[in-house]
């Protein structure tokens, strides 16, 4: 089976050949990183507008480089929700024109469900049911994945992701977007435990996150320090910063193991390129004798490949669209 998969939810225009569910024969991203970093973020409009001109040559090359025809698929998978609703309509105009023409099934993906599909294309003996946290810019959750097409949300962040907390950190601190990479860079030279940073709460779900309490945290505390005056150590700041929130994903993963009696936990997201947080995770699962499974680096951001192998699954187990599916800007992982 060979399906092409399309990413375009945010700033990356992206499409990918796998075969059989696994084995990736090309990957093509397109970045917008570039342009984006002189107003400190994404701008729908402009990531939109770089869609439209990038997405046909990120295809061609995409199957061109896999040395596949259109006629050799068996499926188009695109990436239809969550994301920025400009950007998503265009990978799913394409996708439905592209399916139409070449009279190929059209494969809806989840974006997060990519993410989670994108620890198959590095491990050949993982296999559901297992946990897997997914830290990104947009989203923290933990989710139960029962089967390859099925999952279920145990927590999830009540206000700001984990990698939104990182970029907007890094932004206060100086460093340009985006700031993630700069705060983990960083912190290779500071100590975790110089600066004591707040650890945010939430009632209801012990398994839920909140970041939004560490990044007015780390705002205030840069802003008070420069009206006294006083310079903060940046290593220790973003040391401080990595380790708060890599010990709050892991320690709630860990408990939602436990709680659930998972004993294999896989991470997934932007944030799973962080090493403080794969660290952590990694360290963690050790202790308890959990299996503990992570995307290749290159496979951590948004990309054409975890798309076509989510699409794989979803093909074999019947999930297709018509010329009907549209983008959804916000859709559950239930909800799928």
């Not at 569910?21 to 984006?36: A, K, M």
């Not at 050799?72 to 996708?95: E, H, K, M, N, R």
């Not at 794989?312 to 959804?328: H, K, M, Q, R, W």
Request: charged share 20%; with cysteine.
């Amino acid at each position: 089976m060979i399906i092409l998969g399309i990413e375009s939810s945010c700033d990356e225009t992206a499409a990918s050949v796998v075969k059989d569910c696994r084995e990736i024969r090309s990957s093509v991203i397109s970045t917008q990183i570039e342009e984006h970093r002189k107003y400190g973020g994404v701008v729908p409009e402009i990531a939109s507008r770089r869609h439209c001109e990038n997405i046909l040559e990120v295809v061609k090359k995409a199957l061109d480089d896999a040395r596949i025809t259109l006629n050799q698929l068996d499926g188009i998978a695109v990436t239809y929700a969550p994301g920025l609703i400009g950007a998503l309509l265009v990978g799913v105009s394409f996708a439905k024109a592209l399916a139409m023409a070449a009279e190929k099934p059209l494969i809806p993906v989840h974006h997060i469900a990519g993410h989670i599909a994108s620890n198959y294309l590095t491990y050949s003996n993982l296999e559901p049911p297992y946990l897997c946290l997914v830290a990104s810019g947009g989203h923290s959750h933990i989710i139960e994945v029962l089967s390859y097409t099925k999952f279920r949300v145990v927590g999830r962040t009540r206000d700001d992701a984990a990698g939104e907390c990182f970029d907007k950190c890094a932004r206060a601190m100086g460093f340009p977007y985006p700031g993630g990479i700069h705060i983990d860079n960083a912190a290779q030279n500071g100590d975790p435990r110089a600066i004591k940073l707040p650890r945010p709460a939430v009632a209801g779900n012990e398994f839920d996150f909140s970041f939004s309490g560490l990044k007015t945290a780390v705002i205030n505390m840069l802003h008070n320090a420069e009206q006294k005056g006083i310079s903060l150590n940046k290593n220790d700041l973003a040391a401080g910063i990595q380790w708060t929130i890599a010990d709050i994903l892991t320690d709630h993963t860990i408990r939602a193991a436990q709680s659930l009696g998972y004993e294999k936990i896989a991470l997934a997201g932007g944030v799973s390129a962080n090493s403080g947080v794969r660290t952590a995770l990694q360290s963690a699962c050790q202790k308890q004798g959990f299996e503990c499974y992570m995307p290749e680096k290159n496979l951590c951001g948004d990309n054409g490949a975890m798309i076509a192998c989510q699409g794989s699954y979803n093909l074999l187990a019947g999930i297709t669209a018509d010329e009907s599916l549209n983008a959804v800007a916000t859709l559950s992982m239930e909800d799928i």
